[in-house]
């Protein structure tokens, strides 16, 4: 038996499922013996055959005398050709038995097919396993949605991962499946078209996938991507990702759909009689809610609607806590008309209650935005839908991130004094992504457009461009820059010119931070922004700038060496000697302890480094152990950091390492800024060169996300040679 394993699309899946029921039929005894049929479920079933999918098979029979040996007679052979099978000899009834505590198989058994043997046993199994499927459906679906909802916090939403599960995250085909089985349950008519379109491109990328490895594998792994956009027609592999999550979000809109209509029908059998049916309540001007979710008032449906209609269900939906209905969305995307520009009042108003929604806002939006509304309302949604964000720190693509730090952003509206610009600042700032150039200066005039047309005044378009252009001022500065010197402070307050765009920066970083995930945010960020924000309201307020903090006594005084560890700070004395900042680092790094920054000091020749530190992998050393081997360093003893020496830990890919140098920056110093990968004992081997080529650093900003660090040292001089500065980049790349 040959099959076409080497091509993509619906037409090589039907020739596999052609050639594998070949192959499987002349297993078969002739004549076949009565009562007997072997049956395809899953994959075969549907004759959605990857090229490298298992086999699911049934050997049905009516108690048929010898049909262990006929199992033998099959099974062998396929096993023989290095199949992965899955397989069962039941009868009808034991078949129908095990679907009913079975959901995996009452699922398989719905899209049986006959291969060969009895064809009228097959056509009887079918039938009688759909027809129990749907007497059961009432207890049988919320056992399936509850097994569904696990397998998708397993494996997260596919839409929104760059390596998802083109079949078990949700999006996925397992959820075709699952939206099949409403259907079958005579539910609800869940396999609509675009949820068909959606299933036969995953089916694609999953063959592409199947060929790029040469194995059975589901998960879209980043290094095939390349190859699964080219077999699947697409120019790379962004491209491949943003359909994938286009695709991902049409089958996963479905399926809430699709539950939201098991939920209507389960509590219809519930009420049973016509008196008890739902009523509509009235929830804002044109629109109700009716059985649970936002419909159009009958009244709202003209002959020339309101172009303002589907912002204002969107908002009244949303503050509701309500999804909108299917055909209200539908007759919004066919008959309400285009918005005018500059926007009336009351759109602008509908946009900002529901940006103002908090959490329901996303669903809300989600579905808008599947009907083709929210391109309605911002033309340049187009270029944002689906696009992936590639680092690892974002949980999700463009689109979703802006929609999730606008519903964030909600959480501090009562900390500013415009929230409306809160709302708007979250839900565009970073609208220059995908554009040539730096996103934040690049969005700053797609902002400036978008807030025009919909009609804020000319002072609130200037702030929301200032909001876009700045959103990353206070935690790049914060995480990079030393705030105890005046000219940080200084900096910042002259680019943010007042208080009330100051406090607006503050919310949108922590929203835009939640936004993105756990690893973009830290108490000690959260610190850091803080005083930050406090020393800039201080310089805005009456032109305070901030002092150098005093050395600690402790440190300036007594025996050397000295070792205070006080929670996160970790602070050494030593007698004064260069290298002592490097040696240190590296001590910490043996401990796995991560730093956030560094501060040295020469006081009456004595060196003092202070570091602010977080474990690396969530667990605090020994502090005993860490004390003795950082009185060690501080003698000299370069054993301890040994291994870091050899660069046992560096790590290769990925973009080269870039040196960036800030003049006038610091008030005493030049900023060298190193852009690299991430990596125990970086600062050590860095520090270390610095040392080597006679660059004394005053204090180091680190800053890691995800994988990348960008670490930023204070050097103290001019360095205004080019040729000095050239030689202490060479030697920082070199170990970066």
Known sequence: MKLDTDQV???????????????????????????????????????????????????????APGIGDLATQLWYPIWDRRYALD???????????????????????????????????????????????RRTAASGLPRLRAAVE????????????????????????RDVGILRSIGYAGVADTMLPPVRAACTRLLDVRDALHLSMGRRVDRLL???????????????????????????????????DGWRSVTRWRESRRRGAPASRPQRRPLARDVVEYDGEAVLARTAIAARPDPTLSLRVAAAAATAGLPIARATCEWLASYCPPLPRPWPAPARDALLTLLGAGPALVATWETC?????????????????????????????????????????????????RPDLLLLGALLHDVGKGLPGDHSEAGAPVAEAIATRIGLPAADVAVLRQLVRLHLLLPETATRRDLSDPVTIRTVADAVADLS???????????????????????????????????VAAALRDGGLPTPPEPDPALVAGPLPAVHLDGDRVAVAAADRSGLLGSVAGCLAMHRLGVLSADTATVDGRALVEFVVEPRFGQWPDPSRLAVDLRRVAEGDISVTQRLRRGGHRRGGGAPPRVVWHRGAASDAVILELRAADSPGLLFRVAS???????????????????????????????????????VETAVLAVA
Not at 34 to 61: I, K, N, Q, T
Not at 88 to 102: G, I, K, M, P
Not at 152 to 172: I, M, P, Q, T
Not at 227 to 234: D, K, P, Q, Y
């Open 501 to 535: 765009t100051l406090e607006l920066l503050h919310a949108l970083a922590r929203a835009d931070a939640a936004a993105t995930g756990p690893a973009a945010w830290s108490q000690w960020k959260e610190r850091l922004i803080g005083d930050l924000v406090a020393s």
């Open 222 to 256: 980043a290094q095939e991507a390349a190859a699964v956009a080219a077999s699947v027609g697409l120019p790379d592999r962004d491209a491949l990702l943003r359909r994938v999550a286009t695709d991902a979000r049409t089958v996963a809109h479905a399926l809430d």
């Open 369 to 417: 935005d599947r009907y083709g509304l929210v391109a309605g309302w911002l033309p340049e949604w187009h270029r944002l839908r689906s696009a992936p964000q590639h680092h690892p720190v974002h949980l999700y693509t463009l689109d979703r991130h802006l929609v999730q730090a606008a519903a964030e952003a909600a959480r501090f509206a009562r900390e500013v004094e």
């Open 9 to 63: 699309g619906a037409a090589a899946r039907d020739a596999r499922a052609a050639a594998l029921d070949r192959f499987l039929a002349e297993l078969m005894p002739t004549p076949v013996p009565r009562g007997v049929a072997l049956v395809a479920v899953g994959g075969l079933g549907r004759r959605e055959c990857a090229p490298h999918s298992d086999l699911d098979l049934l050997l049905l029979h009516q108690a």
């Open 689 to 727: 060169a610095l040392d080597e080529v006679g660059a004394e650093v005053r204090a180091a900003r680190i800053s890691t996300l995800g994988a990348d660090a960008v670490d930023a040292f204070y050097l103290t001089g001019s360095w205004a040679d080019e040729g000095d500065r050239k030689r």
């Open 150 to 173: 696990q397998r998708h916090d397993r494996h997260g939403e596919l839409a929104f991962l760059l390596e998802g599960d083109v079949k078990e995250s949700r999006g996925g085909l």
């Open 87 to 133: 397989h069962s000899t039941r009868t009808l009834a034991e078949a129908l038995a095990v679907a009913q505590e079975d959901l995996a198989v009452a699922l398989g058994l719905l899209d049986a097919r006959h291969v060969a043997g009895d064809p009228a046993l097959t056509a009887e199994l079918v039938a009688a396993a759909r027809d129990q499927w």
